[in-house]
């Protein structure tokens, strides 16, 4: 009698252990190592400085919109402060390193746990807020410390910025795109491993019911209120550790940059790429961080073409136009983001040729 082979239609978990595995097959297991083989062997030799440039910002990026979906997409905690809270890890960093005389590897990991402290001050109030009144709050905290950026002088030089020493690590001088790329992907990767397995943790699970119902998870005996400064905590410590990186990245920084727009664009970074999800988070750090190259381009280019300067004008106050349009177009047609579509992707190359 011949034999029918059958072909799955889709991944099914028979034992509690399978729920909590990363990869689900040795496919993706593959994959990943993959994936680690190109970013830290292939791709630094075959970019240019320019794009090894974006590529480290993109890295930067990543890691902050990481903590901020943490705390938005997994514990429902709305935060517009988050640009705010990367601007204190970057002068903790800048300040440790000129004041106190921190090495890189030290001020990094400090202005990580100094942003930490400042992000559970700011989340006090979500004992009693929620919602509206908690993005108000945090909104609060992002001219706050955007006031103290520029008019606390003696600790932050003010307008004048902070220039700061070379990064050196273990006695080697991290000096070009290149050895920096090698340490912000370095952090990029253990920091987004640890946030992974931390979702599967009790504290994952914590914020999660926190998200779907904090009534009910409180019901349950879940601490609701130690949970949530938790998770400003470890959403602060990535935005924090992401300023420091990039303040030595950058070489000098200034309270200009650290804006409500940058706290607008993490918020387009994890909507875009998918609300409650790792790679979803990176997925809108790319985006993003490329749309801005691509507006910031487009200017220079028509700028440089005689009789096209009135179109680079048009084109340069467009960021906010685009980043608003790209989360409204995502929010009705996407609503997953871009995770939800790399899913699909993926799910159809696992059931290939089968639709479903």
Request: hydrophobic share 55%.
């Amino acid at each position: 009698m011949r034999k029918l082979k059958l072909h799955p239609c889709g991944k099914f978990n028979e034992q509690y252990g399978e729920e909590l595995t990363i990869f689900s097959t040795d496919f993706g297991r593959l994959w990943m190592w993959v994936g680690l083989f190109l970013l830290f062997v292939v791709l630094p030799f075959i970019c240019k400085p320019y794009h090894l440039y974006v590529i480290n910002h993109i890295g930067i990026a990543a890691i902050a919109a990481v903590g901020l979906n943490i705390l938005i997409g997994y514990t429902g905690q709305i935060s517009l402060g988050h640009g705010a809270f990367f601007g204190v890890g970057a002068y903790a960093a800048a300040i440790l390193a000129t004041a106190v005389g921190f090495p890189f590897w030290l001020s990094v990991i400090s202005a990580g746990v100094i942003t930490a402290f400042v992000g559970v001050l700011f989340g006090i109030p979500s004992v009693r807020l929620k919602h509206l009144y908690l993005t108000i709050a945090t909104l609060a905290g992002q001219f706050i410390l955007q006031y103290i950026f520029v008019q606390w002088e003696s600790l932050t030089k003010g307008p004048m910025g902070i220039m700061l020493p070379r990064a050196t690590l273990f006695g080697i001088d991290v000096k070009g795109d290149r050895n920096f790329y090698y340490v912000i992907f370095v952090c990029f990767v253990i920091l987004t491993w640890v946030a992974v397995n931390l979702i599967r943790t009790r504290f994952g699970r914590a914020f999660i019911a926190i998200r779907d119902n904090d009534r009910a998870a409180e019901g349950m005996g879940i601490p609701i209120f130690k949970y949530k400064l938790i998770s400003f905590a470890i959403s602060s410590f990535y935005a924090g550790f992401a300023g420091g990186l990039a303040a030595y990245y950058i070489g000098s920084i200034t309270p200009e940059p650290y804006t409500l727009m940058l706290s607008v664009e993490y918020i387009a970074m994890i909507i875009i790429g998918g609300l409650g999800s790792i790679p979803g988070a990176v997925f809108g750090a790319i985006f993003i961080t490329l749309l801005n190259e691509i507006l910031s381009q487009s200017t220079q280019f028509f700028m440089n073409i005689e009789g096209l300067a009135k179109i680079a004008l048009t084109i340069a106050p467009l960021r906010e136009f685009v980043f608003g349009l790209a989360i409204v177009l995502f929010i009705i047609f996407e609503p997953k983001g871009l995770a939800e579509v790399w899913r699909i992707i993926r799910s159809g190359f696992r059931l290939w040729p089968f639709s479903y």
